[in-house]
């Protein structure tokens, strides 16, 4: 399993610490939420501290941006020097260009979906993306509650993949813990993202090993 915690449940008083963990775990990769306070009802953290987190960080970025427009920051993401982009079906109109610029940029692309939006709407793209990330929460915060249709919408995503022969992976967000993320790997996911499940644990690494184990 890929292992993504999300640094929205960080310490930002103490952010090198919190990089410094990461960077001796069994993490993949970093997962960070920018959020505008338009697309999601929260405002996250933007740009610097994106660069800053970069500069320490030995492990890929797996940025999940919860913006109205994000192809305009392709280049601005790019910058930041991550590896993953992860826009919002919901919030790209012309999905299929946005897709096209993120890997002209040089980055892997994935498409979100929000928790009421259906798989079938990546029917007709499924073979151009890198990932599929699945909310299980309605984003905006860290702590919520799981969403448990999300156990089958991943088995509908793993059919739709395995049948178009796409590589997309697919990664799921929000409420995972050792017993969601044990009937998420079940249904066919690939990577999670754990936000308070890690940081609020009083052995992260220990966390992180017991998810990567899954
Ligand atoms: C929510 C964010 C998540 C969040 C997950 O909008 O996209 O990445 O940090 O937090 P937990 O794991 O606490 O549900
Ligand atoms: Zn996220």
């Not at 697309?39 to 953290?45: A, C, G, K, L």
């Not at 192809?71 to 930041?80: A, E, G, I, L, P």
């Not at 946005?98 to 692309?109: E, V, Y």
């Not at 050792?178 to 996911?189: H, I």
Request: hydrophobic share 45%; net charge negative.
């Amino acid at each position: 399993m890929i292992v993504s915690p999300s640094l929205l449940s960080a310490d930002f008083g103490n952010l090198d610490r919190d990089v410094e963990m990461l960077n001796r775990s069994e993490a993949d990769w970093y997962h960070l939420d920018v959020m505008d306070g338009v697309f999601v009802p929260n405002i996250s953290f933007g740009f610097p501290v994106i660069d800053a987190i970069a500069t320490k960080a030995k492990k890929p970025l797996d940025v999940h941006l919860m913006i109205v427009n994000p192809d305009k920051f392709v280049s601005r993401v790019r910058d930041t020097g991550a590896a993953i982009m992860n826009v919002h079906q919901e919030a790209c109109i012309h999905l299929n260009r946005t897709i096209q610029s993120i890997k002209a940029a040089g980055m892997k692309a994935a498409v979100t979906l929000n928790p009421a939006t259906p798989v079938s709407t990546l029917e007709d793209i499924i073979g151009d993306v890198d990932m599929v990330l699945l909310m299980s929460v309605n984003p905006g915060f860290g702590g919520q509650k799981f969403i448990e249709n999300t156990i089958a919408k991943t088995r509908r995503l793993r059919a739709m993949i395995d049948e178009a022969g796409s590589k997309a992976l697919i990664e799921i967000d929000g409420g995972v813990n050792l017993e969601t993320g044990a009937r998420l790997a079940e249904a066919g996911a690939d990577a999670l993202v754990a936000g308070s499940f890690v940081f609020g644990a009083e052995h992260p690494e220990s966390v992180i090993a017991s998810l990567k184990a899954l």
